[in-house]
């Protein structure tokens, strides 16, 4: 899109909103970069440049514009898309892989070489891994210092940083601002407040339209008891992090999602956010989904109807992969009641004083033990779901953001008890597969039946071919003719 200037010249005139994250405008002339929609005078064409990144503007020595941020834009839709080994290393700098495990970690997920990512990242975004997770730390840095009161030293370190002299340099270079004097413009509405012990409270953003009712409604009908529940008009859930704990709550608002996180290590807040944003699906392009749904005239009025459904993914693929096991063949309380009993029985304690939420739900390895007899489900079941955790927990099977997602249907595939279903399933809302698709489920044979649509799945997925890459999506515009509670927002 970046090399395509007359179309950024007409994006940034516009300040078409749809394009923020997508690429970034720098101006010649102020040294600054913008996201398309910026609100200011537009610069000349003559006088703008594009990059793929922030990291690539930061690279070529533009600093963050103070008025639109664009640190702040909602990230390109096309990581989720693509499935190539520069789609999978976003996904992974994303999660904060780089900051943990450095770049040869990177390469080590990726199977490739740190040359090889280097050479492929920099044609494509305009800046390496390490200037890619410069940018993203720098971000955590900002949302630190602007919402929380936690001394500037702590954010450095929090925030990814080696150093304090790296943290002042980069804040200075990226924001023009000294840490001290970011915070001190900071607006503090909620300074007299008291939140909650370690809460981090930001906002995050999204490309309009989003409809939230078969979102939050979906995961709130859906909601183990003790990992996730539904109160004061959001969701809440735990989060098992590579440093310690954390509970979030996201609530759905106009113009972004509400969203307050209570790390017990604040140096997970960058990962936090990435599996937040995977969770509900903020990064997608609703335009571009929606206009080829609606090219359809059977789901045209569905589309017209709801605009700007989202995809529900989880926070935690290996956590969704057993729960989409226990779902088999049940209904959503009977496989909620499955979960919970595993969460009670293995999952880890935790303190939540704002709410209910008891545990974190149970890693693979620590249901790689369990006694079948304990398990009160058919025995195939039993055992399709010992299978998979010894799977996950020994590492055979990995269902992490740089694999690849064709090679991970096909060892699902070939574990006992394992059809299209689940592992349809896991690909749409583990793997965020924005193309997967499940012809045989029953929610969309019913509706693909009403609406006059093929509802054998040979002949659904034939008349499906027209709706790619964006099958994940019709299915959520299917199931939402039903009244199922997942379609709902609670009240």
């Known amino acids: ?26 101006v010649r002339t102020t040294r600054i970069y913008c996201r398309p929609s910026c609100p200011v005078v ?68 990726l199977g490739w070489s740190t040359r090889q990512i280097e050479r492929q990242l920099l044609a494509e975004l305009g800046a390496g891994p390490l200037a890619l997770a410069r940018a993203q730390r720098a971000q955590t840095a900002r949302v630190l210092i602007e919402t929380t009161p936690m001394p500037l030293g702590e954010v450095a370190f929090a925030a990814g940083f080696s ?8 804040v200075r270079e990226v924001f023009a601002l000294a840490p001290g004097e970011l915070r001190a413009r900071a607006a503090r509405p909620a300074a007299g407040r008291a939140p909650a012990s370690g809460a981090i409270t930001l906002r995050l953003p999204f490309r309009a339209p ?51 996180l209570s790390l017990t290590d604040p140096r997970d807040l960058t990962g936090a956010i990435s599996r937040c944003r995977r969770l509900l699906d903020l990064d997608a392009d609703p335009v571009a989904v929606d206009e080829r749904l609606r090219a359809d ?93 010894r799977a996950l927990a020994d590492g055979s099977l990995s269902l992490e953001p740089a694999d690849d997602r064709e090679e991970v249907r096909a060892r699902l595939l070939a574990l006992p008890g394992f059809g299209p279903w689940t592992t349809g399933i896991i690909a749409m809302r583990a793997l965020g597969d924005p193309d997967a698709f499940l012809p045989g489920d029953l929610g969309v044979r019913r509706a693909a039946e009403g609406l006059g649509l093929p509802s054998t799945p040979a002949a659904l997925t034939a008349r499906a071919t027209h709706w790619r890459p964006w099958r994940a999506y019709a299915v959520q515009y299917l199931w939402a003719t039903d009244s199922h509670p997942i379609n709902h927002l609670p009240s």
């Open 297 to 389: 005239p059977l789901l045209a009025p569905l589309v017209d109807a709801a605009p700007g459904r989202r995809v529900p993914g989880s926070a935690d693929p290996a956590e969704f992969a057993v729960r989409a096991v226990l779902g088999q063949q049940v209904s959503t309380a009977a496989a909620r009641t499955h979960a919970a009993r595993l969460v009670a029985a293995h999952g880890t304690p935790v303190d939540d004083p704002e709410g209910g939420l008891t545990h974190l739900f149970p890693e693979p390895g620590a249901l790689a033990a369990l006694d079948p007899g304990t398990l009160a489900l058919p025995r195939s079941r039993r055992t399709t779901l010992l299978t998979l955790v």
């Open 210 to 260: 989003l409809e939230p009712s078969n979102l939050f409604g979906h995961l709130a009908a859906t909601a183990v008891p003790g990992v996730e529940e539904w109160r004061d008009g959001a969701y809440r859930r735990t989060l098992n992090l590579p440093y310690g704990h954390g509970v979030v709550a996201l609530a759905p608002r106009a113009d972004h999602i509400a969203c307050r």
């Open 163 to 170: 150093s304090i002299r790296t943290f002042n340099e980069t």
């Open 42 to 109: 537009p610069p000349k064409p003559e006088n703008m440049e594009f990059h793929p990144s922030a990291a690539s503007c930061q690279r070529a020595g533009f600093r963050a514009c103070k008025r639109c941020r664009p640190d702040t834009s909602p990230g390109s839709p096309q990581w989720n898309v693509r499935a190539d080994a520069v789609a999978r290393a976003m996904r992974l700098i994303q999660d904060g892989v780089v900051d943990r495990e450095g770049v040869p970690g990177l390469a080590r997920r």
């Open 1 to 26: 899109m970046h090399t395509d200037t007359e179309r950024c010249v007409r994006a940034v005139r516009s300040k078409d909103a749809r394009f923020d994250g997508v690429f970034f405008t720098a």
